[in-house]
């Protein structure tokens, strides 16, 4: 297998059991050992999804073969790893999950001693071993252990607890609803609910179907769902994970879907006069219009893994956020962490007056111009997606939706809540915006004739 197939978009993933095989896990594996050393700690987690618990045991074997120690959560969310790299003092952190674009693939996210995801120059070395098969095995008397930890949980929430206002919290005893997405968050979530007071109902808390794929990313009739039960349990908000919880999709007191470029905006809303916020080069304006506000600092990156985390701790910045649903709260974690940015959700609220529904309201608006594409009825919303994802690059799924730049402008796409449409936005609109957005209209429709064509 050549590391340029496995590597996409600065990310290990690929088919279970066709690129990703047990055995080139495990090559995997000790090619890590070899990078970073006899004799050093690494922490590994998975999501409940069968592939990724059968290349996590592969990939730790190979870990063991060149004497490194492995300390097992088994499943365990992406946010839990990257706090456990820095508790236990481990050089590296490995969570395998599966791909936000295919369900037969798995991602395999690799973190260094900080909790942030390799650099590119970083992967790049270890696909260098794994290509050249440059491995260092140890001596069968030094072959590393493998340990089972416990209570990941409980210490992770503890901690959590320690850095927001709990009391506040407590004391305002809140009402949400929260899809954990059948992910190991239904194991962490109830220790948070019960930890700060919240009264939660939950939605697809449970594993998920057995010889059936999941979906990373909640799908759009999971937050059309989970929009439904926010208004019907007149809850503060609700709030969707991805599979690892390492992205949060939240929706507001009346059953809006916030897009997360809104998210970022009300996050950077609250931070201190003077600080820094860091986005990726996709996000909206209106994280720009709330930093003018607010006399904040914005430093955009592209978005790749890590790209947010490296950049916030190389400024400082208290607070970074993507477009895809990422934030990273720098005085917890250095990584793209769902559950705190519940929890500060959930703080921001206990000390306001104000509903999410008048915050979300209260952010400055920015003009947009909106063409729409109706989606063929053979096609769900997510396939619909999905095609546009695989066939118009440069793509990005935004949890919400779909980013694709054409001709340099950035078009937003996100299914409508009442009908079959997608709806395509661009902000700002120019003669030269509006061109490009009709063109990706345009392309669109043509694609989804194909489909029909060929199906």
């Given at each position: 297998m050549e590391s340029y197939q496995l590597v996409k978009d600065e990310r290990i993933r690929g088919s279970a059991n066709s690129e990703l095989t047990p055995e080139v896990a495990a090559e995997l594996g000790a090619?890590?050992?070899?990078?970073?050393?006899?004799?050093?700690?690494?922490?590994?987690?998975?999501d409940y999804y069968p592939p990724s618990r059968m290349l996590k045991r592969s990939f730790s074997a190979g870990l063991m073969s060149t004497g490194v120690t492995v300390v097992d959560f088994h499943a365990a969310t992406f946010p839990e790893l990257a706090f456990a790299?820095?508790?236990?003092?481990?050089?590296?952190?490995?969570?395998?999950?599966?791909?936000?674009?295919?369900?037969?693939?798995?991602?395999?996210?690799?973190?260094?001693?900080l909790g942030i995801e390799f650099s590119h120059e970083r992967l790049s070395n270890l696909?260098?071993?794994?290509?050249?098969?440059?491995?260092?095995?140890?001596?069968?008397e030094r072959i590393g252990w493998v340990t089972y930890a416990e209570y990941i949980h409980e210490i992770y929430v503890a901690s959590l607890a320690s850095f927001l206002d709990s009391t506040l919290i407590s004391d305002r005893r809140l009402n949400i609803v929260a899809d954990l997405n059948?992910?190991?968050?239904?194991?962490?979530?109830?220790?948070?609910?019960?930890?700060?007071g919240v009264d939660a109902t939950t939605l697809n808390a449970h594993k998920p179907q057995a010889k059936k794929g999941i979906r990373h990313l909640p799908s759009p009739i999971a937050l059309m769902r989970l929009a439904r039960m926010v208004r019907a349990a007149s809850a503060e908000f609700g709030v969707a994970f991805c599979v690892d919880a390492s992205r949060a999709v939240f929706v507001d007191d009346k059953g809006r879907i916030m897009p997360p470029d809104k998210t970022i905006a009300l996050f950077a809303s609250f931070l201190p006069s003077g600080s820094t916020v860091v986005t990726t080069m996709t996000a909206s304006s209106i994280v720009d219009k709330v930093a003018e506000n607010k006399r904040l600092r914005v430093v955009r990156v592209r978005g790749y893994p890590g790209d947010v985390s490296r950049q916030a701790r190389r400024v400082k910045a208290p607070y970074g956020g993507s477009d895809k649903g990422e934030h990273i709260f720098t005085g917890f974690s250095m990584s793209p962490d769902g559950l705190v940015a519940l929890g500060r959700m959930m703080e921001i609220l206990a000390g306001q007056d104000r509903r999410l529904s008048t915050l979300v309201d209260e952010l400055p608006e920015v003009p947009v111009h909106e063409e729409t594409v109706d989606v063929p009825g053979y096609l769900s919303m997510q396939r619909a997606l999905d095609l546009i994802a695989e066939h118009m690059a440069p793509s990005r799924l935004t949890v919400t939706g779909l980013k694709v730049i054409v001709d340099k402008c950035v078009v937003y796409l996100e299914p409508s809540l009442k009908k079959r449409v997608l709806v395509l936005s661009v902000?700002?609109?120019?003669?030269?915006?509006?061109?490009?957005v009709r063109k990706l209209r345009d392309s669109i429709s043509e694609l989804f004739s194909t489909s029909v064509m060929s199906s």
């Open positions: 090619a890590l050992g070899t990078l970073l050393g006899e004799g050093v700690l690494v922490v590994t987690a998975r790299v820095k508790k236990f003092g481990a050089r590296a952190g490995v969570h395998f999950t599966v791909s936000s674009y295919r369900s037969h693939e798995i991602a395999i996210k690799l973190l260094d001693y696909m260098r071993l794994f290509e050249t098969k440059h491995i260092v095995r140890t001596l069968p059948f992910g190991p968050t239904a194991d962490v979530a109830p220790y948070i609910f019960s930890e700060l902000e700002e609109p120019s003669r030269e915006k509006i061109e490009a």
